[in-house]
């Protein structure tokens, strides 16, 4: 498993060795005592998966807000995607600013997004399918979004992206009271 940092300290991409042959190739996708000797480890406790029909389909920002935060390990099934991280931890150095990274089946990589942080993606191809493990499950109350265009990302798009309702109607970043608190 390669492990490459990124400008966000805690934002890191992985890409796990591919065995190939004949057949194809085989891949362990995720390994709790790989990541926990790498000093990476999460207890994730739900593994999420989304089909978006059209190339350009947006879904974010998001957030958990605390106590049921999570951390994500995020990963292409199929097709191509651009997947974002921004910072929100209040007082953190690196507030408000994104990393985004091509994750797709072909390159195989993975982004490890802590806690803290808001979670968001364009489908680059279409019928592209998201997989990604989560640290804690599903708690709607906690909730978040923020508004995708308000942080500054280059999403690279060239058209307007397809949007849940949700999604549309987020608040701007400088309009959120981010629940998180960097901790140094
Ligand atoms: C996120 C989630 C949604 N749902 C339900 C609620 C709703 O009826 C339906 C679709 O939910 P959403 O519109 O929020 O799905 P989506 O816009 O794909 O939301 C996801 O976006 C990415 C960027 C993330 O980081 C995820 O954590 C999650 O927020 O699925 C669950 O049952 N469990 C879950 O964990």
Same mark, same amino acid.
């Given at each position: 498993?390669?492990?490459?940092?990124?400008?966000?300290?805690?934002?890191?991409?992985?890409?796990?060795?591919?065995?190939?042959?004949?057949?194809?190739?085989?891949? =362990?996708?995720?390994?709790?005592?790989?990541?926990?000797?790498?000093?990476?480890? &999460?207890?994730?406790?739900?593994?999420?998966?989304?089909?978006?029909?059209?190339?350009?389909?947006?879904?974010?920002? &998001?957030? @958990?807000?605390?106590?049921?935060?999570?951390?994500?390990?995020?990963?292409?099934?199929?097709?191509?995607?651009?997947?974002?991280?921004?910072?929100?931890?209040?007082?953190?150095?690196?507030?408000? @600013?994104? #990393?985004?990274?091509?994750?797709?089946?072909?390159?195989?990589?993975?982004?490890?997004?802590? =806690?803290?942080?808001?979670?968001?993606?364009?489908?680059?191809?279409?019928?592209?399918?998201?997989?990604?493990? /989560?640290?804690? &499950?599903?708690?709607? =109350?906690?909730?978040?979004?923020?508004?995708?265009?308000? /942080?500054?990302?280059?999403?690279?798009?060239?058209?307007?992206? #397809?949007?849940?309702?949700?999604?549309?109607?987020?608040?701007?970043?400088?309009?959120? @009271?981010?629940?998180?608190?960097?901790?140094?």
């Amino acid at each position: 498993m390669q492990i490459q940092e990124t400008a966000l300290p805690g934002v890191v991409i992985l890409t796990p060795a591919r065995f190939g042959d004949a057949r194809g190739f085989f891949s =362990e996708s995720w390994n709790a005592r790989r990541m926990a000797e790498a000093g990476l480890a &999460h207890d994730f406790v739900q593994d999420n998966h989304s089909l978006s029909q059209a190339a350009g389909t947006l879904r974010g920002l &998001h957030y @958990q807000a605390p106590p049921h935060a999570q951390a994500k390990l995020v990963r292409c099934g199929r097709g191509v995607l651009f997947d974002v991280a921004v910072d929100i931890r209040r007082g953190s150095p690196t507030y408000g @600013q994104w #990393v985004g990274v091509e994750l797709s089946f072909d390159n195989g990589r993975q982004l490890l997004i802590p =806690e803290g942080f808001l979670h968001g993606f364009v489908t680059r191809a279409p019928m592209t399918e998201v997989i990604y493990k /989560c640290s804690d &499950h599903y708690a709607p =109350e906690s909730d978040g979004a923020v508004a995708w265009d308000s /942080c500054g990302i280059d999403w690279g798009l060239n058209a307007p992206p #397809v949007l849940s309702d949700k999604d549309a109607a987020a608040p701007a970043l400088a309009d959120v @009271q981010s629940p998180f608190v960097w901790e140094g």
